[in-house]
């Protein structure tokens, strides 16, 4: 059935392609007369290419509701797809193309809470040539997600036109003891600085929507997180975080560059929050989260995500439920079906289509 409905859209596309072509053919015949050959060719190549950018356009855009939406990542850019300034944005800077299933958990529940919103998923490893390919093959629980965008994630791309591409070219990965970290820190707020919307760590299962558009989450009494914020585009506060990134990196120290320097630019800006807040504080334009709204368990008592309770919790005043992989990196715990723990009810409830792959085709 998708097979035929592929067919059906690229039938679509080359009909509409030819209609513009003999449109065009027309008014600009006396034109191409005077050229030469191979301007000729170019001139036409252009226009087939416009036709055929704002033809896949028109219909991801309008009639792209099925499962061929992620038709997208071949013909459509970033800049595209995030234009709104209201995307939820992911990053995979390691290698890998068979992500974890709490991996393809974040991503399906922001796709399921954000449904009005394009949820991008940028990965490393992944190249221009297989990016339909690669959905169907490493990402089958994201396959039928109609808002959902994979993207190859080029660094050197990505740091362009902001202060973290002198960095970039003179790190060197090899001697970095947090490579994989450090570098998402500085991708995210790239990312953010030139599309907007919000950014997500791949170990956070959204359950709600935040309902602003600055947001700031307090991980704890001391420090506000980077694994979750939200600006628009262009806006001072990341272009000082990208700044502060150069300009004082120190890379080996864990949590340096991430939230540590967003707490020290927010701290130029207002007092740090003392955490005893009854309800979310604003500074300027920027709404600071209580703990309890991302972090309703913290990072000491991360296992308890992996345990049965006797009565769970309903997270009510929770936007989303950062599950704190990085203290899971010895251990390796995984959400097991069957297992009756939080985790389970989590990923049944927030993402069943992961839910309901897991453990199958080596998915853990």
């Known amino acids: 059935m998708q097979r035929c409905l592929k067919i059906l859209v690229f039938m679509v596309i080359l009909i509409v392609l030819a209609y513009l072509y003999r449109a065009e053919l027309k008014e600009t015949t006396m034109q191409y007369l005077t ?5 000729v060719f170019n001139a036409l190549k252009s226009k087939l290419n416009l036709a055929l950018n704002t033809t896949i356009k028109m219909h991801i855009e309008g009639q792209g509701k099925d499962n061929t939406s992620n038709i997208a990542s071949k013909y459509l850019n970033p800049f595209d797809v ?25 991503v399906e529940s922001a796709a399921r809470v954000y ?8 990965m490393k490893g992944l190249n221009d040539t297989d990016s339909e390919d690669a959905v169907r093959k490493y990402l089958p629980a994201l ?8 993207f190859p994630l080029r660094m050197e791309e990505v740091f362009k036109d902001t202060p973290l591409l002198s960095w970039y070219k003179k790190v060197d990965p090899k001697r970095e003891v947090y490579w994989t970290h450090v570098s998402s820190d500085g991708c995210r707020l790239a990312l953010i600085w030139k599309h907007g919307g919000i ?3 791949t170990d956070i299962i959204s359950i709600q929507k935040i309902p602003h558009q600055y947001f700031l ?5 001391q420090y506000f997180a980077n694994s979750a914020f939200g600006f628009p585009s262009h806006q001072e ?16 120290v864990w949590g340096y560059q991430g939230p540590n320097l967003i707490t020290r630019i927010f701290n130029q800006y207002c007092p740090a929050p003392s955490g005893n807040e009854a309800v979310d504080t604003v500074c300027g334009n920027i709404t600071c989260l209580l703990i309890k709204r991302l972090y309703p368990i913290s990072y000491s008592a991360w296992k308890r995500y992996f345990e049965v309770w006797d009565k769970e919790p309903t997270f009510g005043d929770s936007y989303a439920l950062h599950l704190w992989n ?11 079906p069957g297992s009756n723990t939080l985790v389970e009810h989590l990923y049944q409830k927030y993402c069943p289509s992961t839910y309901g792959l897991t453990g199958k085709n080596n998915m853990v």
């Not at 995979?92 to 193309?97: G, P």
């Not at 449904?115 to 940028?122: E, G, H, I």
């Not at 990085?326 to 097991?336: K, S």
């Open 35 to 39: 050229l030469s050959e191979d301007n």
């Open 82 to 106: 995030l234009r709104g300034e209201n995307g939820v944005i992911f990053v995979e800077t390691t290698d890998r193309m068979q992500p974890p299933s709490l991996v393809l958990c974040a």
């Open 115 to 122: 449904k009005d919103r394009p949820v991008v998923y940028f």
């Open 143 to 150: 396959s039928s997600l109609k808002n959902v965008y994979v």
């Open 199 to 201: 950014y997500f760590d």
């Open 217 to 221: 989450a307090e991980e704890s009494s």
């Open 237 to 252: 506060f990341t272009w000082k975080c990208m700044e502060d990134f150069v300009r004082h990196y120190r890379g080996a």
């Open 326 to 336: 990085f203290m899971n990196r010895d251990e390796h715990r995984t959400m097991v």
